[in-house]
């Protein structure tokens, strides 16, 4: 008698996305820095700070539906 088994798996990322183009969008702020504020100066012991108006961009790549197959032996 044989005892070997074989599992499939399907994985489906960013599922909404596959249901619908508009569903799991993701969006970055523009550029790689992650600083919406930065001290521009101090007056006296308080910093003074300014917003560095960061933009909002749609990152293809990550909005998109990935799907990975996979399959084990079980012994």
């Not at 969008?25 to 521009?40: A, D, K, L, T």
């Not at 560095?52 to 961009?57: A, V």
């Amino acid at each position: 008698e044989s005892r070997r088994k074989v599992e499939l798996s399907v994985d489906v990322m960013n599922f909404g996305n596959l249901l619908c183009r508009h569903w799991g969008s993701y969006y970055n702020i523009s550029g790689w820095r992650m600083q919406p504020v930065n001290v521009v100066s101090m007056n006296g012991n308080e910093p003074v700070y300014k917003f560095t108006s960061g933009k909002l961009s749609f990152d293809d790549l990550a909005s998109r539906w990935h799907m990975q197959l996979g399959a084990r032996i079980l012994f």
